[in-house]
C-alpha cells in the first residue's frame, strides 16, 4: 500500500510541477535580455497561464504600451473570421454563358465569376473547366470575360508599405483570383550548349518569357527573375537571367502578377484549348448579364483551412483577401477593405479590449501604421482559446515551432518543439510573436511579445525563442 501511495505521489509530482514563480520569470527575462542585447523600454511583453479566477499573469513588460505589431495583426484578423464565417464556410467561383449554342458551338461570351476565393488554383480551374466540358459546348465564338464586380479594383490597399515589389508576398488582390495571383518559374541547366531552360506553370497568353538564363559548371546560382513593364503587352513579361550551376537540377522562383482578373482569364482559355475547347475572342472585363446561364460551379476550401493558408506562413495576400469577404457583410459590390477592416475593429471592440489599446488599418500588418498592445494581442489570443465554436480551427492555423510553416527552423530539436504554437512578425525594426506554449501537465501559457528598436532582428527571435524554452522547461 505504501509503494503504491509513493508512486502515486511522485507521479503527481511529475505531472504537476510548479511553474517558475513570476519573480523566477522576471529575473530569468532580465538575464536573457542582457544577453542578447535587447532594452526593456523596446519591449512589449504579457504572458499568463490559467483561466478566470485561476489567471495567474506571469510577465507584464510594457503590456499596455502601443507598438507596431507587424504580421501578428493577422490573429485579429483571424479571430473576426472565424466569428464571421462559420467552419465549413465556403467561397464559389462559377462559369456563367450567354448567347446561343447551336451544334456544338457557343455563338457568345463564357464568363469566369469570382467569389473572392484566396484559394482558387489550378485544381479548382481544372474541376471548372471539365464541368464545362460536359455540356457538350466544343468551341466558343466569343470572348472570356471576367467578372470581378464583388470587390472594388484596388489591387494595392494603401494600407500596405509604399513600395511595391514582384514577390508573391505583394501579390494583388482581386475577387477573381488565380493561384495566389503568382505565376511559378522553372530554371533547369541547358543540355551542354550554354543555355538554360526556363519553364513558366501555369503557361498562358499572359506571361511572356524571355530567356536570357545560362548554365554554368557546379552548383552556381545567381538567377535573376524580374517583372518588366511593356505598355505595348495586356500581360506581364517575366524576365529571367543569370546562371545555373549544372549540379542543380531545377530552381523554382515565385513572382506576383499585376492584373488578377486577365492572369484568371487567360489561364482559363488556356486551360479550355488544352480540353480541345478553342475561343475566338478576347479576354476583357464585364459584370455577368440577368439573361445568362450558370453552367458551372468551384467552391474553395473551408474557411479554416484559408485562415491556416493565412498564419502557416503569413500570407499577405491571403489576409487581404479573406478581409474583403468580411466586407460583403457590409455591402454586396464593390467592396472595400476598408468595409473589412472596418468589420475587424468592430470585432476588437465587441471583446471588450480599450480602443486606446489598438488601431488597425491593415489586415495583415504589411504596414507600420497599425498599432496594437501586448495586452490587446493577448486578449485575442485569450477569446481565440476559451470560444470554443473556433479554438480548434484556430489553433490548426497557427506555425508549430520546429515543424512547420515560419516557425519551421525555430526552437527545433529542443524542449519546445511541437509545445510552441504562434503566429510570427516581422518589418524592419519589428519582431514580434504571439500565440500558446503548452505545458506537460496540460496547463497553456498565452503570450504575446513584441519588439520595436535597432537591435538586430536574429538576437531579438533568439531572445523570445529562449525565454519560451525556459517557460516551456
Same mark, same amino acid.
Given at each position: 500500500?505504501?509503494?503504491?501511495?509513493?508512486?502515486?505521489? +511522485?507521479?503527481?509530482? #511529475?505531472? #504537476?510541477? %510548479? +511553474?517558475?514563480?513570476?519573480?523566477?520569470?522576471?529575473?530569468?527575462?532580465?538575464?536573457?535580455?542582457?544577453?542578447?542585447?535587447?532594452?526593456?523600454?523596446?519591449?512589449?511583453?504579457?504572458?499568463?497561464?490559467? !483561466?478566470?479566477?485561476?489567471?495567474?499573469?506571469?510577465?507584464?513588460? $510594457? &503590456?499596455?504600451?502601443?507598438?507596431?505589431? /507587424?504580421?501578428?495583426?493577422?490573429?485579429?484578423? /483571424?479571430? %473576426?473570421?472565424?466569428?464571421? #464565417?462559420?467552419? &465549413?464556410?465556403?467561397?464559389?467561383?462559377?462559369?456563367?454563358?450567354?448567347?446561343?449554342?447551336?451544334?456544338?458551338?457557343?455563338?457568345?461570351?463564357?464568363?469566369?465569376?469570382?467569389?473572392? =476565393?484566396?484559394?482558387?488554383?489550378?485544381?479548382?480551374?481544372?474541376?471548372?473547366?471539365?464541368? *464545362?466540358?460536359?455540356?457538350?459546348?466544343?468551341?466558343?465564338?466569343? !470572348?472570356?470575360?471576367?467578372?470581378?464586380?464583388?470587390?472594388?479594383?484596388?489591387?494595392?490597399?494603401?494600407?500596405?508599405?509604399?513600395?511595391?515589389?514582384?514577390? /508573391?508576398?505583394?501579390?494583388?488582390?482581386?475577387?477573381?483570383? *488565380?493561384?495566389?495571383?503568382?505565376?511559378?518559374?522553372?530554371?533547369?541547366?541547358?543540355?551542354?550548349?550554354?543555355?538554360?531552360?526556363? #519553364?513558366?506553370?501555369?503557361?498562358? =497568353?499572359?506571361?511572356?518569357?524571355?530567356?536570357?538564363?545560362?548554365?554554368?559548371?557546379?552548383?552556381?546560382?545567381?538567377?535573376?527573375?524580374?517583372?518588366?513593364?511593356?505598355?505595348?503587352?495586356?500581360?506581364?513579361?517575366?524576365?529571367? &537571367?543569370?546562371?545555373?550551376?549544372?549540379?542543380?537540377?531545377?530552381?523554382?522562383? *515565385?513572382?506576383?502578377?499585376?492584373?488578377?482578373?486577365?492572369?484568371?482569364?487567360?489561364? +482559363?482559355? %488556356?486551360?479550355?484549348?488544352?480540353?480541345?475547347?478553342?475561343?475566338?475572342?478576347?479576354?476583357?472585363?464585364?459584370?455577368?448579364?440577368?439573361?445568362?446561364?450558370?453552367? /458551372?460551379?468551384?467552391?474553395?476550401?473551408?474557411?479554416?483551412?484559408?485562415?491556416?493558408?493565412?498564419?502557416?506562413?503569413?500570407?499577405?495576400?491571403?489576409?487581404?483577401?479573406?478581409?474583403?469577404?468580411?466586407?460583403?457583410?457590409?455591402?454586396?459590390?464593390?467592396?472595400?477593405?476598408?468595409?473589412?477592416?472596418?468589420?475587424?475593429?468592430?470585432?476588437?471592440?465587441?471583446?471588450?479590449?480599450?480602443?486606446?489599446?489598438?488601431?488597425?488599418?491593415?489586415?495583415? &500588418? +504589411?504596414?507600420?501604421?497599425?498599432?496594437?498592445?501586448?495586452?490587446?494581442?493577448?486578449?485575442?489570443?485569450?477569446?481565440?482559446?476559451?470560444?470554443?465554436?473556433?479554438?480548434?480551427? *484556430?489553433?490548426?492555423?497557427?506555425?508549430?515551432?520546429?515543424?512547420?510553416?515560419?516557425?519551421?527552423?525555430?526552437?527545433? $530539436?529542443?524542449?519546445?518543439?511541437?509545445?510552441?504554437?504562434?503566429?510570427?512578425?516581422?518589418?524592419?525594426?519589428?519582431?514580434?510573436?504571439?500565440? @500558446?506554449?503548452?505545458?506537460? =501537465?496540460?496547463?497553456?501559457?498565452?503570450?504575446?511579445?513584441?519588439?520595436?528598436?535597432?537591435?538586430?532582428?536574429?538576437?531579438?527571435?533568439?531572445?523570445? =525563442?529562449?525565454?519560451?524554452? @525556459?517557460?516551456?522547461?
Amino acid at each position: 500500500m505504501k509503494k503504491i501511495i509513493l508512486i502515486s505521489l +511522485l507521479f503527481s509530482r #511529475f505531472t #504537476f510541477a %510548479a +511553474l517558475a514563480t513570476p519573480e523566477e520569470i522576471s529575473k530569468e527575462f532580465s538575464s536573457l535580455a542582457k544577453k542578447y542585447a535587447i532594452k526593456t523600454e523596446d519591449l512589449g511583453i504579457y504572458a499568463t497561464t490559467g !483561466d478566470g479566477e485561476s489567471q495567474q499573469v506571469l510577465l507584464d513588460v $510594457n &503590456g499596455k504600451v502601443v507598438m507596431i505589431p /507587424a504580421s501578428i495583426s493577422k490573429v485579429a484578423t /483571424a479571430s %473576426a473570421v472565424l466569428s464571421a #464565417f462559420p467552419p &465549413g464556410t465556403k467561397f464559389k467561383t462559377q462559369l456563367w454563358t450567354s448567347g446561343k449554342i447551336q451544334d456544338g458551338i457557343l455563338k457568345g461570351d463564357l464568363y469566369l465569376k469570382g467569389g473572392g =476565393d484566396p484559394s482558387f488554383v489550378s485544381e479548382n480551374m481544372w474541376f471548372l473547366v471539365n464541368a *464545362f466540358l460536359r455540356t457538350d459546348i466544343k468551341k466558343i465564338e466569343g !470572348d472570356i470575360v471576367i467578372d470581378d464586380s464583388l470587390f472594388d479594383k484596388v489591387r494595392y490597399d494603401m494600407s500596405r508599405q509604399k513600395e511595391r515589389v514582384d514577390r /508573391a508576398y505583394d501579390a494583388p488582390v482581386g475577387a477573381m483570383s *488565380f493561384n495566389w495571383n503568382s505565376v511559378n518559374i522553372f530554371v533547369r541547366p541547358g543540355n551542354g550548349d550554354g543555355s538554360a531552360k526556363v #519553364f513558366i506553370d501555369p503557361e498562358n =497568353d499572359y506571361i511572356r518569357l524571355v530567356n536570357k538564363a545560362k548554365s554554368a559548371p557546379g552548383s552556381a546560382n545567381d538567377l535573376l527573375a524580374d517583372r518588366k513593364d511593356d505598355p505595348k503587352f495586356p500581360g506581364d513579361v517575366i524576365s529571367v &537571367g543569370g546562371r545555373i550551376g549544372r549540379a542543380n537540377k531545377e530552381i523554382v522562383v *515565385f513572382k506576383n502578377i499585376t492584373q488578377p482578373d486577365l492572369w484568371a482569364g487567360y489561364n +482559363l482559355k %488556356a486551360f479550355l484549348a488544352q480540353r480541345g475547347i478553342p475561343v475566338t475572342g478576347k479576354v476583357r472585363n464585364a459584370e455577368v448579364p440577368a439573361s445568362a446561364d450558370m453552367v /458551372a460551379e468551384s467552391e474553395s476550401k473551408a474557411i479554416e483551412q484559408i485562415v491556416a493558408d493565412m498564419n502557416k506562413f503569413s500570407n499577405n495576400y491571403v489576409a487581404e483577401m479573406l478581409t474583403k469577404n468580411l466586407g460583403t457583410l457590409k455591402k454586396s459590390k464593390a467592396v472595400t477593405l476598408a468595409d473589412g477592416v472596418a468589420v475587424i475593429n468592430e470585432h476588437m471592440q465587441s471583446l471588450g479590449i480599450p480602443s486606446d489599446q489598438y488601431k488597425l488599418t491593415s489586415p495583415s &500588418g +504589411l504596414t507600420r501604421d497599425n498599432r496594437l498592445s501586448s495586452f490587446a494581442m493577448w486578449k485575442v489570443l485569450q477569446h481565440l482559446r476559451n470560444d470554443f465554436r473556433v479554438q480548434p480551427e *484556430f489553433l490548426t492555423s497557427l506555425p508549430i515551432a520546429g515543424i512547420d510553416g515560419t516557425l519551421k527552423k525555430r526552437m527545433k $530539436n529542443g524542449p519546445a518543439e511541437r509545445w510552441v504554437r504562434a503566429k510570427t512578425g516581422f518589418l524592419t525594426n519589428v519582431v514580434s510573436l504571439a500565440g @500558446y506554449a503548452g505545458l506537460q =501537465d496540460g496547463r497553456v501559457i498565452t503570450f504575446s511579445f513584441v519588439y520595436n528598436g535597432s537591435t538586430d532582428e536574429a538576437k531579438v527571435r533568439a531572445f523570445f =525563442d529562449n525565454l519560451l524554452i @525556459y517557460l516551456v522547461k
